[in-house]
Structure formats: C-alpha cells, structure tokens
Nanobody
Framework: EVHLVESGGGLAQPGGSLRLSCQASGYTYSGGCMGWFRQAPGKEREEVATLYSSGTYTKYADSMKGRATISLDAAKNPLYLQIDSLKPEDTAMYYC??????????????????????WGQGTQVTVSS
C-alpha cells in the first residue's frame, strides 16, 4: 500500500520561504508524474506544480512561476516543493500526489493528468504577518 506523508508546512511570514517534503512508502518512483496540489478553505483544489521523468520536465501554476521549485531527491524520495516569496494567498492545505497519466503533444510532455492515484493527507501552510 502506498503512503505519502507531507511535512514542512507551518506558519510563515509574507516574503518568507518554506520547503515542503513528501515522503513515500510502499512506492517506487519510476519516472512518471508526481505533483503538489493545494486547497484553500472554500476553494477548489488546484495544481501547484508537477514533474515528469524525475524532474526533467516540470510545470507550474501561473501563480507559482518564479517562486516555486518542485524537485525529487537524488534517491527519488522524497519529493520537495520549495516556495519562496510567500504570499497570504498561498495559505492552503498542500497535498502531495503520485502516479497519473502523462500528457504528450507531438511527442513532447506538456502536463500530468490531475487524476493521481495516490494522495497524501496534506500539510497546512499559513502565510500571515
């Protein structure tokens, strides 16, 4: 059974940084899709960042471009999400996800399906002064 456990959330000030980690057990990464999502109270879950092929390809939400970095440890576990220049609107529960279909167009990867098979329980990020 696959277990994904997120950590690294907490209270941070605007402009600060956090690094979220996702430790997987019962799961061996084989080059497919992994990602980070978030959900704020009263809002739908949104994709924050995804990666494919061990991080060779990455995709970020427009709101996170230039501020976030998704990466895999060299041992392919854990999965990280570094967020810099935190904003109050980054406040949300952040979830790690593994295994979804990779989307290709003309032979090039462009996205991961949002239908991930495995999800963590989430780690809360609160950005406030």
């Amino acid at each position: 059974e696959v277990h994904l456990v997120e950590s690294g959330g907490g209270l941070a000030q605007p402009g600060g940084s956090l690094r979220l980690s996702c430790q997987a057990s019962g799961y061996t990464y084989s080059g497919g899709c992994m990602g980070w999502f978030r959900q704020a109270p009263g809002k739908e879950r949104e994709e924050v960042a995804t990666l494919y092929s061990s991080g060779t390809y990455t995709k970020y939400a427009d709101s996170m471009k230039g501020r976030a970095t998704i990466s895999l440890d060299a041992a392919k576990n854990p999965l990280y999400l570094q967020i810099d220049s935190l904003k109050p609107e980054d406040t949300a529960m952040y979830y790690c996800a593994a295994d979804s279909l990779a989307r290709f167009y003309q032979g090039r990867w462009y996205a991961c399906s949002s239908e991930f098979h495995n999800w963590g329980q989430g780690t809360q990020v609160t950005v406030s002064s």
